[in-house]
């Protein structure tokens, strides 16, 4: 049952030459700049720009591509005639909208029996009180796609502005898996539907940077680093730079202050008894932003009676593209990881970040079509643990030593939500004398952060990281813990950006800094102006 | 049980309603009966005016017509008493006192404690009547689940139903609570119930300035206590007594009315209840007027006051009674009513004597949804020949 | 029964799109077919009708220029809140406008003094205990969705909850509302005092369904927290034995705050959903609060447990803290959209009965779900005898849908010959309008809607719920001639 409302764009609509997201094919993703449209707009597109325009949402954020070329007050939605309003080449309506290779699952989306219980943990939904920004209105998009309505503009901006924090999977009584729903559409959009070329070349910078620690580490800060690299200089010689500063702002102004890289021994010795062989993840955001939580993981696990082995050539786990639809890219690392860990011979693979943890143990599922891989794939997923939950499961055996001190531990949505450990940490940070823990309101929204949400999404994850800082402040304690570099950033660029200072740490710091004896003035010491702590700058918001 | 059959006679000044001798008066013994007076009171165009045990019919604004006056104490049957629900069915004509009686040889009682002797259902109904315990129990709108009514053409009309849990279709119990007559009459009516508490326990404290009960009864309503009525009575400007009542079990209303002491910081305790309890002020040569007011506005109501009114409140509910001096009345009442405006507060006049009543202005300012009332009156008595009139806005 | 009804983008509404644009701003008037699809159902997910306009308000002005423009373009609206309904009740009207509201949320201050806040009708119910609770007060009305549904809904649909048997609904407990009449205009019912001279439409107002108007502001009483809660689960080897345990507390002239019972299919999906807890092989279950001061809860406690002996209760379990009793509330609070867990698809009934009717009407459910060869589940408010039968059924197999549909309703008229309703807290809305004629005589229903016609005399509010026949306004009661132009514009029918 299809019915093309007159003017969209159906499949019998030429688009644009070259444009690859009109192509129904499954295919390789095209990153290459020789792919991308030529400026001129087409026939409908003119029409379209003198259409009257209809913006979706108060208060909501401008699409990075709409930022750039619009004039105030103009957004994005279509009455019944297409709106060009994008740059050239972008206004489309791919249809149908999903290809063969795996759409969003229609018994998935059939669990949702519209209860709306969702609403209220959706951060979207929160800021701004509208159904197609909340899961269940985002199921019903896909629902709406599946029966033939075209992936348009409006689709694609709805499904992007969904942080992936899974908090409503934990408030769904029914058990709709979103989590699946929106990792299959993600890959969809990515491959159908063709972005606006700024933000296609920032989704690529974002992209060809985080996930690879060595770029990274080469690079005092993402600024320096867009306008070193080849992308860098391509946006400046075609102009577009000008047209993208509030993103790569919010880019800029994330990047924590950086330590000398403390490097951790590919092998460490359990202390005392050996328990059992782990390796450890490095991370690629917490590997070069914060060397200092690998290294305290490394000598918890060490002292916990663990041999702790951190693999020389790991690179990103797949998270991170993985969350932005990049399925190729994230396929790739996540083959290199399984290897990476197969050979490195360990009983466990052990994550200290959230958002890596709740990647790793998808596996499985990621790779279920590669006979080759599936069982490799499932068997490492099996054998991956948070930190919080290693330790945990195992007992904790070492001696813990007093840190007089009250905490705000903020659940990383990834850890909360998307791997259920809620309580691992905590029981962690009350086993340690004098920890007394200070709950955190609406502790169940996200901070904003979501990986690379607060680069693409800079408005929303703003005003959301506001709401979290107000909340963590609030509680009054000495120090606030977080198991994800993300969440870290964002509420410690928050903290600082309103003006606030507040010590921040990871769970295994405080823990290591127990089980060393380290005195709680030195810990909240180093957690205010050590590494990964925020500097202190303008940002987009202030100008 | 009254024998079903029509009863008819000419009016006498006894009959009058805010001075208006009806001319004819009838009493239906069934609700057929009644259906059959209204159709026929259709036809030939007459107006009419419900009574029921005439305990409230110097309430409200005289008719401005009463060629029938409705008796409908023949509709006195209790229908159904189903303890194990909580809830009766009984005809608008039986006395509250009646009902009160046969419910409570089951432990139960319908949480209504107006004053006025004699009062039927349809009357404190269509008065909207109440007393010490509504602060308990809530009024009428809180405990009416099923009414029956006949409208203005004989049309026989029920809504809600024999359960508490009901929201199918339009509350109309709600709209005839309170109307004075004017949309109808009330023939049946279906309540829910509670149990009789077994324990009583009262704590009275005498006050030097009446007042003093609005800071005590906002700090005994955010307390924990849970008594029945929290009951002033007094004079403005002057002396007062503060009556509170905890029913419960025994344990509870010792403990309560022990704790209720040290809360007001003094009082007597003891088991009964004053004669005088909910008891509304003045007397007949008065003008009686209700007061209500957000709850915490007691004592800036009690100030707006003439010193020296009689006076008595449901305190902690927002209610108040005042009796005004039938002489000092037209010209204190626009006074009050502006003082206490701001408050939410309105006063209204529920009775008054025959030499002032035309001159009062009984209802006062309605706000912005008089015209919406006009519509729903126009609706139900497009004619105006249900106690024309008596009600907001003359309607 | 579905309705698919595709928007009709008709030279009308799109005139009155244009208009809306300019009054309220482009950015809160949706057309895109598929955001505005994302609106055409609410939590009764099986009747859908597309909006041809969404309209996000965000102030009473929006409120009322949206509905003074349909008012004069003759275009019908529905208000909404967070959608989570389970009668219809905001199913859009084809070639409408959905008005939605979510985004008037503003809250408070909360008056601790009179014991009150006013809110808008956004706002989300548990939000007004969160925000009175600093002050020892609470919002009473406190329906299963109550972390999700907004004030402006549960006052349309006169919610409930678990603990309207001591307490009331919402029309107990919602002392004024600013309301925009169909026609564009503002009136101001109740307020903050208890009573008010003239008609009771407030009272009239509350549960109306959003045929009368929509709301825009609303003040309402707080309670004040109680001295002690005490909260047990029981478990029981047969349905009867807790049926006879509610009727036995009531018998005792106890008044609990709430008596909320579950049966063996309800429990294993709330054990599916929520990990609750519930006494292991139980065939029903009794989550039974009381509330008060300590020394009354703790003696009346004692009774109740006596009771539950008495009856055979084969475990007792009583919450030691806020924790514990939050966990035996949240089986109960969730077990609705948990039964997705147990089956593919299923109805919602809501329907009550006389509580002492209870132990007959469930053996007789189960015989009407048996011939049917269907499961039910039941999960009900034992207290006021409001049962939630969940009909369960699998949308793969031919015709089971149909078949649970027809046993759903037949539940329904089940309640009505036992003396109950058809609803007790979801409403009628779009579902259930036909089954108001096994409830009320036709005159009962015109009766009803003469209300409506003084409200809403055009029949624009949210026409088409509630009622099975739209009352013609221009008529006299009892009599009913001709077509009305609400028949003729297509906006209602006559059966």
Redesign the interface.
């Known amino acids: 049952m299809t ?1 093309i ?1 007159p003017g ?1 764009h159906g499949q019998g609509d030429a688009p644009p030459p070259g444009s690859p997201g009109a192509s129904p094919n499954v295919g390789p993703v095209r990153d290459s700049v020789a792919d991308l449209p030529s400026g001129a707009p087409t026939g409908a597109q003119r029409a379209a720009d003198e259409a ?7 208060r ?1 954020p401008l699409d990075i591509g709409q930022d750039i070329d619009l004039p105030a007050g103009t ?1 994005a ?4 005639t297409p709106t060009l309003l994008g740059l050239p080449g972008t206004r489309q309506a791919v249809q149908p909208a999903f290809d063969e290779h795996h759409p969003p699952d229609p018994a998935l989306i ?2 949702c ?5 969702c ?2 943990t959706c951060p979207t939904y929160v800021l ?5 920004d909340s899961p269940r ?1 985002r199921i ?2 896909m629902k ?1 796609a599946l029966e033939g ?2 992936l ?1 503009d ?2 694609v901006r ?1 499904f992007d502005q969904c942080l992936g924090c899974m908090a409503c999977v934990t408030a ?4 709709v898996q979103y989590d699946k729903l929106i990792e299959a559409t993600r890959p969809q959009i990515e491959r159908r539907y063709e972005r606006s070329r700024a933000e296609k070349l920032y989704r690529d910078l974002i992209y060809n940077l985080f996930p690879y620690p060595r770029r990274l580490r080469a690079l005092r800060g993402p600024l320096r680093a867009y306008q070193a690299s080849r992308l860098g200089s391509l946006l400046t010689r075609s102009g577009l730079i000008r047209r993208l500063p509030a993103p790569l702002q919010a880019m800029e102004s994330l990047a924590p202050k950086l330590g000398p890289v403390e490097s951790v021994p590919e092998r460490t010795p359990a202390v005392g008894q050996r328990r059992a062989v782990v390796g450890l993840l490095a991370g690629c955001v917490q590997g070069t932003f914060f060397p200092d939580v690998n290294a305290a993981t490394v000598r918890v696990l060490a002292a916990e009676g663990c041999d702790v082995i951190a693999p020389r050539r790991q690179g990103c786990c797949g998270a991170l593209p993985g969350h932005g639809g990049r399925e190729e890219q994230a396929l790739d690392f996540a083959k290199r990881t399984i290897e990476t860990f197969e050979r490195a011979g360990v009983d466990y693979v052990v994550v200290n970040a959230a958002g890596c943890g709740s990647n790793i143990k998808e596996y499985g599922h990621q790779l279920r079509d590669e006979p080759e891989w599936a069982e490799r794939a499932e068997a490492l997923a099996r054998r991956s643990r948070d930190i919080s939950e290693f330790i945990v499961e195992i007992g904790p055996v070492a001696e813990r030593h007093p840190l007089p001190m009250t905490v705000a531990y903020q659940d990383a949505c990834h850890l909360a939500h998307a791997q259920g450990i809620r309580e691992e940490p905590r029981k962690l940070l009350r086993g340690i004398p004098g920890i007394e823990l200070k709950p955190l309101v609406e502790a169940e929204l996200c901070c904003g952060s979501a990986g690379t949400y607060n680069m693409l999404q800079p408005e929303p994850a703003r005003e959301l990281g506001e709401r979290k800082a107000a909340a963590v402040l609030a509680t009054g304690a000495d120090l606030m813990v977080t198991a994800n570099p993300g969440c870290w950033m964002q509420v410690a660029t928050t903290l600082a950006r309103m003006g606030e200072r507040m010590p921040v740490a990871h769970t295994v710091q405080v823990l290591d800094a127990s089980i060393r004896g380290v005195p709680v003035e030195q810990l909240l010491d180093r957690a205010l102006n050590g590494p990964g702590t925020a500097l202190t700058r303008p940002t987009p918001a202030q100008r | 049980m009254s024998a079903p059959a029509v009863t008819r006679r000419p009016g006498g000044t006894d009959d009058a309603v805010g001075g208006v001798v009806p001319r004819e008066v009838v009493r239906p013994g069934t609700v057929e009966e009644v259906a059959d007076v209204l159709r026929a009171a259709a036809a030939d165009g007459r107006t009419v005016v419900p009574v029921g045990g005439r305990s409230k019919l110097t309430w409200a604004a005289p008719p401005e017509s009463c060629d029938l006056l409705l008796d409908v104490t023949g509709l006195d049957r209790i229908v159904e008493h ?6 009766v069915v009984a005809e608008a004509g039986v006395r509250l006192g009646d009902l009160q009686a046969q419910l409570g040889e089951a ?1 139960q009682l319908l949480g209504l404690d107006p004053p006025e002797d004699g009062a039927t259902l349809g009357g404190l109904v269509s008065a ?1 009547a109440s007393g010490p315990r509504r602060l308990r129990y ?2 009428t ?2 405990l009416l689940i099923g009414i029956t ?1 006949v ?1 203005a ?1 004989g ?5 809600g ?15 005839y ?3 004075h007559g004017t ?1 109808g009459v009330v023939v049946s009516t279906t309540w829910r119930l ?5 324990a009583r326990r009262v704590v009275t404290l005498d006050l030097p300035d009446v007042a003093a009960a609005g800071p005590l009864s ?1 700090a005994l ?6 008594p029945s009525a929290v009951e002033l009575s007094g004079t403005a400007g002057g002396p007062g007594r503060l009556v509170v009542l905890f029913e ?2 025994a ?2 209303v010792t ?2 009315a022990r704790s209720a002491v040290a809360l007001l910081g003094g009082g007597e305790e003891s088991d009964d209840l004053p004669e005088d309890f909910g008891r509304r002020p003045g007397g007949a040569d008065d003008v009686l007027l ?1 007061l ?6 007691l004592a800036a109501v009690l100030a707006a006051l003439p010193a020296g009114t009689p006076v008595s409140a449901h305190a902690a ?3 108040a009674y005042a009796a005004v001096p039938a002489a000092e009345a037209a010209g204190a009442l626009p006074r009050l009513r502006a003082a206490i405006a701001e ?4 006063a ?1 006049v529920l009775r008054a004597p025959d030499a002032v009543r035309d001159a009062l202005d009984h ?2 300012p ?5 015209e ?2 006009r ?2 009156k ?3 008595d ?1 004619e105006r020949r249900m106690s024309p009139g008596r ?3 003359g309607l | 029964m579905t309705a698919v009804a ?1 928007p009709a ?1 008709s030279d009308r509404t ?1 005139a009155l ?2 208009a809306l ?1 300019t009054a309220i ?11 505005v ?3 055409e ?5 099986n009747f859908k009708v597309t909006p041809a306009i969404v309209v ?1 308000a ?1 102030s009473r002005q929006h409120v009322v220029d949206t509905v003074r423009l349909c008012s004069e373009a003759g275009v019908p609206f529905v208000a909404r809140g ?3 309904g389970l009668s219809g009740g905001a199913l859009p009207s084809a070639d409408g406008v959905l008005l ?1 509201m ?2 008037l ?1 503003s809250l408070g201050p909360v ?6 806040v006013t809110v808008e009708p ?1 706002v ?1 119910n548990l939000w007004v205990t969160r925000d009175a609770a600093p ?2 007060l609470a919002y009473a009305p406190d329906p299963s ?1 109550q ?3 907004s004030i402006g809904g549960n006052v349309a ?2 919610a ?1 909850g678990a603990h ?1 048997l001591k307490y ?2 919402t ?2 407990h919602v002392l004024g509302a600013e309301v925009v ?1 169909p026609d564009g205009e ?4 109740g ?14 107002f ?3 369904e959003g045929t009368l108007g929509v709301a825009t502001e609303l003040t309402l009483r707080l309670i ?4 002690a809660v005490q909260t047990m689960l029981v478990g029981y080897h047969s349905v009867e034995d807790a049926a006879g345990t509610v ?1 036995d507390i ?2 005792a ?3 609990p705050a709430a008596v909320e019972m579950m049966d063996a299919l309800a429990i294993e999906a709330a054990e ?3 990990s609750c807890g519930y006494p292991e092989g139980a065939v029903a279950v009794l989550v039974i609060e009381l509330d ?2 300590q ?2 809860v703790e ?2 406690f004692r009774q109740v447990e006596e009771i539950a002996r008495r009856r055979n209760a084969f475990e007792t379990r009583i919450a030691a803290d806020d924790a514990e009793r939050g966990l035996m509330w949240k089986g109960r609070k ?1 077990a ?3 039964v ?2 147990i089956s ?1 698809s299923y109805f919602v009934q809501d329907g ?5 009717k209870l132990p007959e009407v469930l053996a007789e459910m189960k015989r009407m779900a048996d011939e049917k060869g269907l499961r039910v589940a039941n999960v009900f ?1 034992a207290g ?3 049962l939630h039968p969940l009909v369960l059924f699998d949308d793969a197999v031919e015709g089971q849908a149909h078949e649970a549909e027809e046993l759903a309703g037949d539940i329904l008229e089940l309640c009505v010959t036992s ?10 809305g779009s579902e ?1 309008r036909m089954k ?1 004629a096994k ?3 036709p ?6 809607q ?6 809403d005399p055009d029949g624009i509010a949210n026409p088409g719920k ?1 009622f099975p026949t739209p009352r013609l306004c221009g008529e ?3 009599v009913r001639k001709g077509e009305h132009p609400v028949q003729a514009a297509g906006l209602g029918e006559v059966f």
Not at chain 2, 161 to 175: F, I, M, P, R, T
Not at chain 3, 111 to 116: H, K, T
């Open positions: 019915e409302t969209s009257p325009a209809a913006v979706v949402g108060a909501r957004g939605a279509t009455v019944g059939g669990d029996v519209h209860c709306g219980f609403l209220p701004w009180g509208e159904e197609m209105g019903y998009l709406e309505e075209p348009d409006s689709m709805h769904c009584p029914s058990g | 189903v303890a194990g629900d909580l809830t432990g909207n809530g009024t709108r809180d009514v409208l053409d049309t026989l009309a029920r809504a139903g024999k359960v508490v849990k009901n929201v199918a279709g339009y509350d109309l119990g709600k709209l609570t309170g109307a949309l509670h149990p009789v508490p077994p906002i309503a955010r307390s924990t206590l849970t419960s079990i344990e509870s403990d309560q209700r209500a007011h957000a709850p915490a506005a509910t927002g209610v408050h939410d507060g309105t209204v209802w006062g309605v706000g912005d949804s008089l919406l009332m519509r729903v126009e609706r139900f497009p009600f907001v806005g | 595709e983008v799109a799109a244009e644009r701003g482009t950015e809160r008037v949706l057309t895109d077919r598929t955001q699809r994302t609106y159902c609410d939590g009764l997910a996000l965000e967070s959608g989570t939605v979510s985004r949320r008056d601790a003094d009179n014991r009150q956004g989300i002050f020892d969705s972390l999700v549904c649909e006169n409930g309207c009331g609904f029309v107990n009449l503002v009136v101001h019912l307020g903050r005092a208890p009573e008010h001279p003239g008609y009771d439409l407030l009272g009239a509350i549960g109306s004040r927290v109680p001295e009727s009531i018998a002239g106890i008044l599916a959903a929520v008060g001061p020394v009354e003696a009346q969730s609705f959209a948990a997705g867990r593919p009550v009965i006389p509580r002492t408010h006021d005898g409001n003396g109950g309703s058809i609803t007790g807290e979801h409403g009628v259930k108001m409830q009320f005589t005159a009962d229903l015109d009766t009803m003469l209300v409506r016609c003084a409200f509630v006299r009661p009892g």
